[in-house]
């Protein structure tokens, strides 16, 4: 049996304190959900947010293969006609073809909140609905804080859902939206609910109490065949139901339908990383199924142990989710990864090549001074080919300065043997130009690549402003996308370490191999 | 009805990958479980790690007034009787009046991992237990692997624990070892398991399909009325049931008697922080109950709302588990929010006050140029106050310069009137020393204040080294932890902004009021 997957992560997500997501970014996100395979991807609340409806805009320069763009927005206002409400109008000028309307369902909001009359509630969303289905849109109907809701007053929380069918509405989801409830109320009232209504219903949990996992769960278990979360279970207050928790506990181990198959499901591990990272979020390394060490092994347990009886010791093989099983004390995880990119690369090094120790020896110390490749394979790349005798950097930074204050930055470097001078709107942009003043005589393909992205952490002990800085860049060059660490004390330090990194590894693709790599992201 | 709680933090919490407790912590978290009221504490594992054995030892000059220290260890090794058994002597050592032992469920487990015969295995666990009960200690056998056992061999799984029964053990425990299960299997296999024993049935869940505290839940809802877990959720891979979600779940929606009484709940927050200080964890602000953020409210509209009816917005009253309410000064927030933090502070403002208007809008036009004020409401703060000329900054930083390579890193401000200079391990550093070496002279209570995070990101449109960065950086001063925000295409004068910003909110806060805002995070 199938069941729907109805994305939030642009627009509930978007509402968690501390996280805001860049247009580009979710753009980004967009189309990775669409690869994932999710059915809608809900962008946004045009009517509420100016910026939601500028990423409505930007999408339409994107073709979804499977997925369709959602927009959020509430129930007419009282007093207002359909016609005449702008949030409706937002939701229609976005140019989607799916609304999901959010109404009220709990009496004492209606009440106490809306101030109308129970009936007048029922005519907002009756009209509401009408009215985006008169204008050729499939209607989702999110019935807020439906759960309690129905503990207060099942007749009236009944009646609005029901209300709902009757306008049109596509399918029906019922929100636990204070999260407050626990999985056999839910399991209990989805079911009732189900029995009552024709179309689909749906339900969207939030994480209160703790279930919003089990709590979606036990609502497709009552009959529900649309679920609603977000990647990371990202959201208001302490989040909604994990997507990547929620669907492979539908797939693996209860044998729905969800997405279009289960190599959809392996996509799972890195969009979790990416709407971390954009998110300005670390990604949590206990997160069930996707997180670092949700498959590892502590010491003492030998690899061939749980290889030979992995189902006595992993809930899944971690495969399948895109994750690895980690052995906490051993480094093979760790180079067969990098073998399988050297390898990718052209490299074929044997796995006994004492080089290849070595190399690895120097990244694992490297990360205990706080680097981390996680995120940027390709300077892990460039250490691993630099320790082998492999390859030398193209491009040489000897030397650097920058003077900085309120008004100017300036930066001066010599770059295999040619000085650079630039000046720049900071003083990472002017270290940027000064080098690539130098470099772009030396290496015209350089001109090509644009820091795609730049973000900074302290990644170890935090020792105020005395404190290492780890910094991350992501470049694109129109064919490949790659990213890099620096780490220091100083941040121009670091930033000048993963900008050059950056540069020589495009340099070492491009000059030692320029068919494999296109449209790989390390 | 009650139910026990034995914390496992101390040991299945500690085996969690990337998580030790110092000896000293160790104490200390025993002691605040202790008050907290949990029933046992299981305080480690002796027979398998010398440190465990130190922990009892200490253990032994401090008396507890609630909870009872527990010890872990295996059931006895095959072909070695129960009085030869090290493990178990181990135990006894250890002075404990109670011993929670493991054994197997799993007929895969005896078959394969332990290679023992079925019927050995139950000689085992019956040995084991008889040996401890003639010793005088209480028992709480751990059934591991028993869920997926009793779905492979429901007989076998019943004659392990009934064996437990028989040899006289106090309470069984039905673990779910690998976290493989759903809420609705649990409380199946729960249910089934309860009617077959006359001793009390437990539950000990993990976490690995994201619903270990449902499955505790629906396990207690089952008949369990004894439940396992840690604080915050550690233990192996992806953590085991969170206490400080179970607890409150089983006392303020189902009405159970647990811990000694609804005061108690009070102090899970504190609890929680100390136990992640101990791990050397960050907080997770997005953890049910007990998170920063678990009932902030983002949205404007929401606020008034909130104010009005809170049961409508909250599924419990923060207070209860010693956290609190929180605005979050956001771009979809109205003057609601700004206007709580004020009040706060002691500055009584009007909602109709025309300056207020005026610094809302300042705010707004600042978050559209990339600020953000969710994680940082005292710069939010201090611009209101600024805008609404109730406040002048009485740290005025006049001028900067920064000079840097990669060997030094050199900065001059004029702060007041007054010069200072300092060289850094990095440029910001630099300046941070600078500026603070012309400011705690004029206000030495600024030696107080920790930079305890420091984070950059593009918050726009990415263009390159070009791009406008965003910094945040949070303070602390042993009493106060605050955050504030700087925004700039120059790292180092965002940076400079942020840093400002911190030292002179700490300074308003401590001349205009010091009373009302200890203990409070902004």
């Known amino acids: 049996m199938r069941v729907e997957v109805l994305d939030t992560t642009l627009r509930d997500g978007a509402q968690m304190t501390g996280v805001s997501f860049t247009l580009n970014d979710k753009v980004r996100i967009a189309l990775m959900l669409d690869?994932?395979?999710?059915?809608?991807?809900?962008?946004?609340w045009p009517g509420s947010n100016p910026k939601d409806a500028e990423f409505f805009k930007a999408m339409r320069n994107y073709s979804l293969s499977h997925a369709k763009?959602?927009?959020?927005?509430?129930?007419?206002?009282?007093?207002?006609?359909?016609?005449?409400?702008?949030n409706l109008a937002a939701i229609l000028d976005s140019?989607?073809?799916?609304?999901?309307?959010?109404?009220?369902?709990?009496?004492?909001?209606?009440?106490e909140v809306l101030r109308v009359s129970p009936e007048d509630n029922l005519d907002m969303v009756y009209d509401s609905i009408r009215y985006l289905k008169d204008h050729g849109l499939r209607v989702?109907?999110?019935?807020?804080?439906?759960?309690?809701?129905?503990?207060?007053?099942?007749?009236?929380?009944?009646?609005?859902?029901?209300?709902?069918?009757?306008?049109?509405?596509?399918?029906?989801?019922?929100?636990?939206?204070n999260g407050a409830m626990l999985p056999h109320e839910v399991y209990e009232i989805t079911g009732k609910v189900v029995k009552e209504l024709r179309v689909t219903v749906g339900v969207h949990m939030h994480n209160d109490s703790g279930c919003a996992v089990a709590n979606t769960i036990m609502g497709v278990l009552a009959g529900a065949r649309h679920v609603q979360g977000t990647i990371n279970g990202l959201g208001e207050r302490t989040g909604n139901a994990d997507l990547t928790q929620v669907i492979p506990n539908l797939m693996l181990k209860l044998?729905?339908?969800?997405?279009?198959?289960?190599?959809?499901?392996?996509?799972?591990?890195?969009?979790?990383?990416?709407?971390?990272?954009?998110?300005?979020?670390?990604?949590?390394?206990?997160?069930?199924?996707?997180?670092?060490?949700?498959?590892?092994?502590?010491?003492?347990?030998?690899?061939?142990?749980?290889?030979?009886?992995?189902?006595?010791?992993?809930?899944?093989?971690?495969?399948?989710?895109?994750?690895?099983?980690?052995?906490?004390?051993?480094?093979?995880?760790?180079?067969?990864?990098?073998?399988?990119?050297?390898?990718?690369?052209?490299?074929?090094?044997?796995?006994?090549?004492?080089?290849?120790?070595?190399?690895?020896e120097r990244i694992k110390d490297l990360e205990n001074r706080g680097y981390s490749f996680d995120l940027a394979p390709a300077s892990a790349i460039l250490i691993a080919l630099r320790e082998m005798g492999l390859y030398n950097d193209m491009l040489r930074v000897e030397y650097w300065k920058v003077v900085s204050d309120d008004d100017m930055h300036v930066a001066i470097v010599k770059v295999n043997g040619e000085l650079g001078v630039a000046?720049?709107?900071?003083?990472?942009?002017?270290?940027?130009?000064?080098?690539?003043?130098?470099?772009?005589?030396?290496?015209?393909?350089?001109?090509?690549?644009?820091?795609?992205?730049?973000?900074?952490?302290?990644?170890?002990?935090?020792?105020?402003?005395?404190?290492?800085?780890?910094?991350?860049?992501?470049?694109?060059?129109?064919?490949?996308?790659?990213?890099?660490?620096?780490?220091?004390?100083?941040?121009?330090?670091?930033?000048?370490?993963?900008?050059?990194?950056?540069?020589?590894?495009?340099?070492?693709?491009?000059?030692?191999?320029?068919?494999?790599?296109?449209?790989?992201?390390?």
Do not use: C
Not at 35 to 44: A, P, R
Not at 75 to 83: E, L
Not at 144 to 150: D, I, L
């Open 35 to 44: 690869d994932l395979g999710v059915d809608y991807i809900e962008g946004g």
């Open 140 to 177: 989702i109907f999110d019935a807020e804080h439906f759960y309690q809701g129905f503990r207060e007053d099942p007749d009236y929380a009944l009646r609005v859902v029901k209300t709902a069918e009757e306008a049109g509405a596509d399918t029906v989801v019922l929100a636990d939206t």
């Open 423 to 522: 000046e720049g709107v900071g003083p990472v942009h002017a270290i940027d130009k000064a080098l690539r003043s130098v470099a772009s005589k030396l290496f015209p393909e350089l001109n090509n690549v644009k820091l795609t992205d730049y973000r900074v952490i302290i990644p170890g002990e935090v020792k105020g402003t005395e404190s290492v800085v780890r910094v991350l860049m992501e470049f694109d060059d129109g064919r490949t996308r790659w990213r890099t660490v620096g780490v220091s004390t100083s941040i121009i330090k670091a930033s000048v370490e993963a900008l050059s990194d950056g540069l020589n590894y495009i340099l070492m693709i491009r000059n030692h191999n320029t068919t494999k790599v296109n449209n790989t992201t390390y």
């Open 255 to 360: 044998g729905f339908k969800v997405l279009r198959g289960i190599d959809d499901l392996r996509k799972l591990k890195v969009i979790s990383r990416f709407v971390y990272e954009a998110a300005g979020l670390n990604p949590n390394p206990y997160q069930p199924y996707v997180g670092d060490y949700a498959f590892s092994h502590k010491a003492g347990l030998h690899v061939d142990g749980v290889s030979k009886v992995t189902k006595a010791y992993e809930h899944i093989d971690p495969e399948l989710i895109g994750n690895t099983r980690r052995f906490v004390v051993s480094e093979l995880a760790g180079s067969s990864n990098i073998l399988v990119y050297l390898k990718d690369l052209g490299f074929n090094i044997s796995k006994e090549d004492p080089r290849l120790r070595r190399a690895l």
């Open 69 to 86: 763009l959602a927009a959020f927005g509430m129930t007419r206002r009282k007093g207002v006609s359909a016609k005449d409400d702008l």
């Open 95 to 111: 140019g989607v073809e799916v609304a999901v309307l959010v109404g009220k369902s709990w009496i004492l909001h209606v009440r």
